[in-house]
């Protein structure tokens, strides 16, 4: 079964500084999406970015921008010039080739905090 | 807004009850998923329509059933509540959902909270 890890519960930025969220995932399949999506205090859930695994150009929205190591199984987010409304939970999804795999399957989150 | 709406967007109820969550896909999806947020399990799907059917089941309980209706609205039932079931169930839609370029859109979620 698939799964995916996100291996740090908490991290702290820097209002203007840049952080890196950490996600791993293991399957067996080899064309599937990875997504990062945005849970702030009002709960709701925001897609942030993503990427395609057959892609090997890694997939940038604006600030946000990720590093997709496929061999590696590896899908980190990268934020540059963190805001203070960058202060959420922040969960990392894979979605698998489609039909029955396609729902997605979440990490635990890791929560985002912006000193100002 | 992503488009996608559920109501209500709290209900608090007693062990035992029985409740019904609604929820409307943006414009044109004709998938509907449904998935459960608490403490300690995370989220987890639970289920899925397309069009109608099911298509596909996750960790749901017997004691949960859901379907979608002729005008792509769904329902999600929950019976026989109990503590642990209280959690955020929220909604996505797509498209087909049975692609994998599809994007799902979350709903806004209901808060259930069991007394």
């Known amino acids: 079964a698939q799964t995916v890890t996100q291996s740090q519960p908490e991290m702290s930025v820097q209002e203007a500084e840049t952080v890196t969220l950490s996600c791993t995932y293991d399957?067996?399949?080899?064309?599937?999406?990875l997504f990062w999506y945005k849970q702030p205090p009002s709960r709701q859930m925001i897609l942030v970015i993503r990427q395609e695994a057959y892609k090997q150009q890694n997939a940038t929205e604006n600030r946000f921008s990720v590093n997709f190591q496929k061999a590696a199984k590896s899908f980190s987010l990268k934020i540059s010039d963190s805001q203070l409304g960058d202060a959420a939970m922040y969960f990392c999804a894979y979605r698998g080739p489609g039909g029955s795999q396609g729902n997605l399957i979440f990490g635990k989150g890791t929560k985002l905090s912006v000193k100002p | 807004d992503s488009g996608v709406t559920q109501t209500p967007k709290h209900l608090i109820t007693a062990t035992g009850q029985r409740v019904t969550l609604r929820c409307s896909p943006r414009?044109?999806?004709?998938?509907v998923y449904w998935y459960q947020q608490s403490l300690d399990q995370g989220l987890q799907f639970l289920i899925q329509?397309?069009?109608?059917?099911?298509?596909a089941k996750g960790n749901i309980l017997e004691r949960f059933s859901a379907q979608q209706f002729p005008d792509l609205h769904s329902e999600l039932n929950l019976s026989s509540l109990e503590l642990g079931d209280s959690a955020l169930y929220f909604c996505?839609?797509?498209?087909?959902?049975?692609?994998?370029?599809?994007?799902?859109?979350f709903g806004p979620g209901t808060r259930l909270l069991v007394l």
């Open positions: 996505a839609s797509s498209v087909r959902g049975g692609t994998r370029k599809e994007t799902q859109y």
């Open positions: 414009s044109g999806d004709l998938s």
């Open positions: 329509y397309y069009n109608g059917e099911e298509r």
């Open positions: 399957t067996s399949e080899s064309d599937y999406y």
